[in-house]
């Protein structure tokens, strides 16, 4: 069973930075693809930025150009590296990892993590 594990939350001013990791505790990370997804409050939970085994990455409209979705499979860690924060995205973020690749960069993912909160106050 592979448990992913948030950490890096926090509170920002707009324009700040933060950077979100996720780690998962398996012999064979790189071989899952992962993704951030977040859920505002009272909103659904969509997608933010997927990266498969491959280093192949997909990101969200909104935050293209601002966030850097990456991986270090030697230290079993993914990482959002968020900049130029806005309130619009304050949520619960979420880190999701699967054991193989998808045509749907963003379904299907079995293995959630917990969340970390990120708040950005204008």
């Known amino acids: 069973q592979v448990q992913p594990v948030e950490s890096g939350g926090g509170s920002v001013q707009t324009g700040g930075s933060l950077r979100l990791s996720c780690t998962a505790s398996?012999?064979?990370?790189?071989?899952?693809?992962m993704a951030w997804f977040r859920q505002a409050p009272g909103k659904e939970r969509k997608g933010v930025a997927s990266?498969?085994?491959?280093?192949?990455?997909t990101y969200a409209e909104s935050v293209k150009g601002r966030f850097t979705i990456s991986r270090d499979n030697a230290k079993n860690t993914l990482y959002l590296q968020m900049n130029s924060l806005k309130p619009e995205d304050t949520a619960m973020y979420y880190c999701?990892?699967?054991?193989?690749?998808?045509?749907?960069?963003?379904?299907?993912?079995?293995?959630w993590g917990q969340g970390t909160q990120v708040t950005v106050s204008s």
């Open positions: 990266i498969d085994t491959d280093d192949y990455t």
């Open positions: 999701a990892v699967e054991p193989w690749d998808s045509d749907y960069p963003f379904g299907g993912y079995n293995y």
């Open positions: 398996t012999y064979a990370f790189s071989g899952y693809r």
